[in-house]
């Protein structure tokens, strides 16, 4: 064990399964650990660094806007905040933002705004309706919300119902939007920790059809599918849905804790001074970085180069299943979102990304057998060639 493992074991409590290694430098999409070890980065701290490490842009307005000032507070116009604000509006739904500091948080602020949304109306709806597998954060509210075992738990909200469905199954969601009269349908447009699962176009258009049909809300998580990760800024701009409210985080901040919601204009409204706040989001400094990263998306291109490098990348991968096909059995997901369904045992599993990191490659598991991708949407086409190189290599070794 390593001096840091042990001293992490020693002051950091017990929440997540480390891998073995400490970066001491990030520069593009290779981490470089204290021994000096580089690695090419295809987890980018769980979908936040978009457009990899210290990319220009954001280093320039962290500095930037590092010098003018780290917080002022949300009694004061906060000038990176409008307009980040603006462009994330002007680029999704006609409404207004509220941000917070994360994802579960953006989540809370949706699950208060549904609330008082149905508490105006008095017309019977309350709840929400969620998918199986679902993931939408880690706080009281949000973990409701929440449907996957290990991380549910069901604290007695009475007044809050919460109903699962199994994902792209159109009759239950009917039957369960007919029976149980909920006010909100919320769901990623493709689930993430549940195994990289996308919701089929016509789920989702028979998902806001409904909600039309019965004046519920349609509520979309993409906090880990948002900012460019699927091709477009938000995944459901894929399937010509609009949905009533959109949830962000992750990526927004260029790497800095950021979230929050953009709420449709039957909401934008509905929250008024007191209803709901933090003390820190938007940090200006966040907000600034976020800009960064959005100029760079819709300005400068990022986002037809990412949908590019990702088409590279799932070439490469198509043709590496042909070479195993029995134990890469499918590639699903969008763009830098993919979810690589394996026919490994978890232990294989395990092995197959600690040998990949062995050869100086990072990836991320989840459900146990999908070997999840979220590669930087810089990812240049001689790095996907390392690789897919580096995967065949630890692949044959598993194997043999
Ligand atoms: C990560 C994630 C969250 C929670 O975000 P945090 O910032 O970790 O609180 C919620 N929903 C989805 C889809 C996520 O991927």
Same mark, same amino acid.
């Given at each position: 064990?390593?001096?840091?493992?042990?001293?992490?074991?020693?002051?950091?409590?017990?929440?997540?399964?480390?891998?073995?290694?400490?970066?001491?430098?990030?520069?593009?999409?290779?981490?470089?650990?204290?021994?000096?070890?580089?690695?090419?980065?295809?987890?980018?701290?769980?979908?936040?660094?978009?457009?990899?490490?210290?990319?220009?842009?954001?280093?320039?307005?962290?500095?930037?806007?590092?010098?003018?000032?780290?917080?002022?507070?949300?009694?004061?116009?906060?000038?990176?905040?409008?307009?980040?604000?603006?462009?994330?509006?002007?680029?999704?739904?006609?409404?207004?933002?509220?941000?917070?500091?994360?994802?579960?948080?953006?989540?809370?602020?949706?699950?208060?705004?549904?609330?008082?949304?149905?508490?105006?109306?008095?017309?019977?709806?309350?709840?929400?309706?969620?998918?199986?597998?679902?993931?939408?954060?880690?706080?009281?509210?949000?973990?409701?919300?929440?449907?996957?075992?290990?991380?549910?738990?069901?604290?007695?909200?009475?007044?809050?119902?919460?109903?699962?469905?199994?994902?792209?199954?159109?009759?239950?969601?009917?039957?369960?939007?007919?029976?149980?009269?909920?006010?909100?349908?919320?769901?990623?447009?493709?689930?993430?920790?549940?195994?990289?699962?996308?919701?089929?176009?016509? %789920? #989702?258009? *028979?998902?806001? =059809?409904?909600?039309?049909? $019965?004046?519920?809300?349609? +509520?979309?998580?993409?906090?880990?599918? /948002?900012?460019?990760?699927?091709?477009?800024?938000?995944?459901?701009?894929?399937?010509?849905?609009?949905?009533?409210?959109?949830?962000?985080?992750?990526?927004?901040?260029?790497?800095?804790?950021?979230?929050?919601?953009?709420?449709?204009?039957?909401?934008?409204?509905?929250?008024?001074?007191?209803?709901?706040?933090?003390?820190?989001?938007?940090?200006?400094?966040?907000?600034?970085?976020?800009?960064?990263?959005?100029?760079?998306?819709?300005?400068?291109?990022?986002?037809?180069?990412?949908?590019?490098?990702?088409? %590279? #990348?799932? *070439?490469?991968? =198509?043709?590496?299943?042909? $070479?195993?096909?029995?134990? +890469?059995?499918?590639?699903?997901?969008? /763009?830098?979102?993919?979810?690589?369904?394996?026919?490994?045992?978890?232990?294989?599993?395990?092995?197959?990304?600690?040998?990949?990191?062995?050869?100086?490659?990072?990836?991320?598991?989840?459900?146990?057998?999908?070997?999840?991708?979220?590669?930087?949407?810089?990812?240049?086409?001689?790095?996907?060639?390392?690789?897919?190189?580096?995967?065949?290599?630890?692949?044959?070794?598993?194997?043999?």
């Amino acid at each position: 064990m390593t001096q840091w493992q042990t001293l992490d074991r020693q002051y950091l409590m017990n929440t997540y399964l480390r891998l073995p290694i400490a970066i001491a430098e990030a520069r593009g999409n290779t981490l470089i650990d204290t021994e000096g070890k580089e690695y090419l980065d295809l987890f980018t701290g769980l979908a936040v660094n978009v457009l990899g490490h210290s990319h220009p842009a954001v280093m320039e307005a962290l500095h930037r806007q590092g010098e003018q000032f780290l917080h002022i507070s949300n009694k004061f116009l906060n000038i990176p905040a409008i307009r980040l604000a603006e462009r994330l509006v002007k680029h999704s739904i006609s409404g207004k933002v509220f941000f917070s500091n994360s994802g579960a948080e953006a989540t809370e602020a949706a699950v208060k705004l549904v609330h008082k949304w149905t508490k105006e109306r008095e017309d019977g709806k309350r709840g929400f309706v969620v998918m199986k597998k679902s993931f939408h954060g880690r706080t009281l509210g949000a973990v409701r919300l929440t449907r996957q075992p290990g991380v549910y738990q069901d604290f007695p909200m009475p007044e809050f119902p919460v109903i699962e469905v199994e994902p792209n199954d159109p009759d239950a969601l009917e039957r369960v939007c007919e029976e149980e009269n909920p006010a909100a349908i919320l769901a990623e447009p493709i689930l993430g920790s549940g195994g990289v699962e996308p919701l089929v176009s016509s %789920y #989702l258009r *028979e998902m806001e =059809r409904l909600c039309r049909e $019965r004046s519920m809300l349609l +509520l979309m998580d993409e906090i880990q599918t /948002g900012m460019g990760r699927t091709g477009t800024l938000f995944a459901y701009q894929h399937d010509g849905i609009e949905p009533d409210l959109i949830l962000f985080a992750k990526g927004v901040g260029g790497g800095l804790p950021l979230g929050g919601i953009i709420a449709g204009d039957e909401l934008a409204d509905l929250f008024r001074p007191g209803d709901h706040g933090t003390t820190f989001a938007p940090s200006p400094l966040s907000a600034a970085l976020g800009n960064a990263v959005l100029e760079e998306l819709l300005e400068r291109g990022q986002l037809e180069e990412g949908r590019r490098n990702a088409e %590279y #990348l799932w *070439e490469k991968l =198509r043709q590496l299943q042909k $070479r195993f096909p029995s134990v +890469l059995r499918e590639i699903r997901g969008r /763009g830098m979102m993919i979810g690589v369904h394996t026919s490994l045992t978890p232990e294989q599993a395990n092995r197959l990304q600690l040998d990949l990191l062995d050869d100086g490659v990072l990836v991320d598991l989840t459900q146990q057998t999908v070997v999840r991708l979220l590669p930087p949407l810089t990812l240049k086409h001689a790095e996907t060639d390392r690789f897919i190189g580096c995967l065949e290599h630890c692949l044959s070794r598993i194997l043999s």
